[in-house]
T-cell receptor, first 112, second 108 residues
Framework: EPEVTQTPSHQVTQMGQEVILRCVPI?????FYWYRQILGQKVEFLVS????????KSEIFDDQFSVERPDGSNFTLKIRSTKLEDSAMYFC??????????FGQGTRLTVV | GQQLNQSPQSMFIQEGEDVSMNCTSS?????WLWYKQDPGEGPVLLIA?????ELTSNGRLTAQFGITRKDSFLNISASIPSDVGIYFC????????FGAGTRLTVKP
């Protein structure tokens, strides 16, 4: 069964460093998303991406964040200068028709 | 904004009991979805609802898309221990927004 894969599963980084979280969406999907979940809290929308551009973004997705689809398969989230409060699980998701989305297993980001 | 209010926050039930949880919003959504999340895992899609009034089942799970398109409920019948987890509703227009989750505990 096709699935969304995310790497790495866990990333530890120093405050102020840049991180890139990687996702391979399901191959025939057209819509891609990043979500964040701080420990014990709800899943928060960050950004949606379609046709090689951002279609929606939340107030969380400030200038420190960027997304890219560098080739036909990867979808990346970059955090330019990490802060302690960026520590969270980051989930990538994809959907075929902008209806139901399928999630990866997440990357646990720990900023120290 | 597209806030979703999900209730209850948590439920403690006995194995075999039925469960009901719901989500309301001030915004209209084109699609309502229900996900389950186990610890350390990503949300897994349980049921997707596409039309107002739609009632859909997936095994012991039943969900409905409210007529106003501003609410949805999820029922689980005859709960079992593996139903334990956090259940999230989500409303989707261009950006899927999640409710705060219902944490379900099932006592054997």
């Amino acid at each position: 069964e096709p699935e969304v894969t995310q790497t790495p599963s866990h990333q530890v980084t120093q405050m102020g460093q840049e991180v890139i979280l990687r996702c391979v969406p399901i191959s025939n999907h057209l819509y891609f998303y990043w979500y964040r979940q701080i420990l014990g809290q709800k899943v928060e929308f960050l950004v949606s991406f379609y046709n090689n551009e951002i279609s929606e973004k939340s107030e969380i997705f400030d200038d420190q964040f960027s997304v890219e689809r560098p080739d036909g398969s990867n979808f990346t989230l970059k955090i330019r200068s990490t802060k302690l409060e960026d520590s969270a699980m980051y989930f990538c998701a994809s959907s075929q028709f902008r209806t139901e989305a399928f999630f990866g297993q997440g990357t646990r980001l720990t900023v120290v | 904004g597209q806030q979703l209010n999900q209730s209850p926050q948590s439920m403690f039930i006995q194995e075999g009991e039925d469960v009901s949880m719901n989500c309301t919003s001030s915004s209209i959504f084109n699609t309502w979805l229900w996900y389950k999340q186990d610890p350390g895992e990503g949300p897994v899609l349980l049921i997707a609802l596409y039309k107002a009034g739609e009632l859909t089942s997936n095994g012991r799970l039943t969900a409905q898309f409210g007529i106003t398109r501003k609410d949805s409920f999820l029922n689980i019948s005859a709960s079992i221990p593996s139903d334990v987890g956090i259940y999230f509703c989500a409303g989707n227009n261009n950006d899927m927004r999640f409710g705060a989750g219902t944490r379900l505990t099932v006592k054997p």
